[in-house]
Nanobody, 127 residues
Framework: QLQLVESGGGLVQPGGSLRLSCAAS????????IGWFRQAPGEEREGVSC????????NYVDSVKGRFTISRDNAKNTVYLQMNSLKPEDTAIYYC????????????????????WGQGTQVTVSS
């Protein structure tokens, strides 16, 4: 059974940091690109970042460039999202998603491309 489980969310002050994890099971992790998405209350889901199946290609939405870093450890079937210099506008539920792909050096931050989704983890940035 394919499963994605996010963790690492919480309450943090503006300027603080969090590291989200996305643990995968039930599928061949190396064949999947992974994306992070977020959805704030009353807002549409927004793509945040993605990483190719090989880990060699990453993409970020402009609003998080220079602050967030995505990485993956295929030996642990886990993708991470390191979030620094957090702002109140980063407050949202964060979801990871997996896209099966034969192209190792590409990823796109488009939700419709992703086949499997986790349940999400809440990130709240507030003083």
């Amino acid at each position: 059974q394919l499963q994605l489980v996010e963790s690492g969310g919480g309450l943090v002050q503006p300027g603080g940091s969090l590291r989200l994890s996305c643990a995968a099971s039930g599928f061949t992790f190396d064949y999947y690109a992974i994306g992070w998405f977020r959805q704030a209350p009353g807002e549409e889901r927004e793509g945040v970042s993605c990483i190719s199946s090989s880990g060699g290609v990453t993409n970020y939405v402009d609003s998080v460039k220079g602050r967030f870093t995505i990485s993956r450890d295929n030996a642990k079937n886990t993708v991470y999202l390191q979030m620094n210099s957090l702002k109140p506008e980063d407050t949202a539920i964060y979801y990871c998603a997996a896209q099966e792909t034969t192209v190792q050096a590409m990823c796109v931050i488009r939700a419709r491309r992703y086949d499997y989704w986790g349940q999400g983890t809440q990130v709240t940035v507030s003083s």
